[in-house]
């Protein structure tokens, strides 16, 4: 059997990992001395209601080598072949526990893949992952195949208020300033190495807008699932979904709450998209 292992920067419900069995290995988000197990001591939904009423700004850690050793002999024992799909290296340390883990089992059906992304476009390597293992794909199938795809995987996230990327120091607190009176949404995109800004818009209706406008300038292939991530925001994202729809987007689409490492930068009430680019 072939088990998909991921962590909790893919942002899917604990419950949706049931449904598709696989594995979420959750990060720890701390506010002061209160620490949580990300999608299980806290959901996404959860968290945003803490960050808006805390006085302490969230912190993270990623998950540890042990834990990644434990379920990776664990299945490995069992005769199980085992492909796990991570956050960035460059965006959390997740995945460098899990390479020391595999060094010290040092397995050839241990698998390992850095999706160069996260968020909406980790959510959505994994589903994709996930078909294959229902088609019976072999894992050397399944790792080539999803390898193949991490330059063409796209995720967009427009910011609703610059207030989190300020507390971050992302910007300055003039800039943020500046943004909140001009009415600016920051456009980012996830890329290997983090999130940068490649756009902004001017009020809440053009957001959006410029995310369809990307959407037909940079069609997504239709053998693929779409995923709408948002956070905290979920009637904002299905009405979102109506719009893909009346502008023609035929793609299966997923939605997702993104989650607290992502959360923490962005604050609530964002939009995002995660897709895979057609050739």
């Known amino acids: 059997?072939?088990?998909i292992i991921t962590d909790s920067l893919c942002d899917l419900t604990m419950a949706r990992a049931r449904?598709?069995?696989?594995?979420?290995?959750?990060?720890?988000v701390r506010f002061g001395e209160e620490e949580f197990k990300c999608g299980i001591e806290l959901t996404n939904e959860e968290f945003y209601e803490k960050l808006a009423t805390s006085p302490v700004s969230p912190t993270t850690a990623a998950v540890n080598p042990y834990e990644f050793e434990e379920i990776f002999e664990r299945y490995l024992n069992a005769g199980d072949d085992v492909v796990a799909i991570l956050f960035s290296r460059h965006m959390s340390a997740?995945?460098?526990s899990a390479v020391i883990a595999a060094e010290n089992i040092n397995s050839e059906r241990l698998h390992l893949i850095d999706c160069e992304n996260g968020a909406m476009g980790q959510t959505l390597l994994i589903e994709t992952a996930v078909a294959m293992r229902d088609e019976d794909m072999t894992a050397d199938e399944i790792v080539?195949?999803?390898?193949a795809l991490l330059p063409r995987t796209m995720t967009y996230i427009v910011i609703d208020t610059m207030e989190y990327l300020k507390r971050g120091g992302r910007i300055s607190k003039s800039a943020a300033l500046l943004g909140g009176l001009m009415k600016l949404h920051p456009v980012l995109?996830?890329?290997?190495?983090?999130?940068?800004p490649v756009d902004k818009v001017k009020g809440k209706k053009s957001c959006n807008a410029w995310l369809i406008n990307k959407l037909k300038e940079e069609a997504p292939d239709t053998a693929y699932k779409l995923v709408i991530g948002h956070s905290n925001a979920p009637e904002r994202a299905d009405a979102f979904r109506d719009q893909l729809r009346e502008a023609g987007i035929a793609n299966?689409?997923?939605?997702?709450?993104i989650g607290p490492v992502v959360g923490?930068?962005?604050?609530?009430?964002?939009?995002?998209?995660?897709?895979?680019k057609a050739l």
């Open 264 to 276: 923490t930068h962005i604050g609530p009430n964002c939009l995002g998209i995660g897709y895979i």
């Open 189 to 196: 995109q996830v890329v290997a190495d983090g999130a940068k």
């Open 1 to 3: 059997m072939i088990r």
């Open 94 to 96: 997740t995945y460098q």
């Open 19 to 28: 449904e598709l069995n696989i594995d979420i290995l959750p990060l720890l």
């Open 252 to 257: 299966e689409v997923f939605i997702t709450c």
């Open 144 to 147: 080539e195949r999803i390898t």
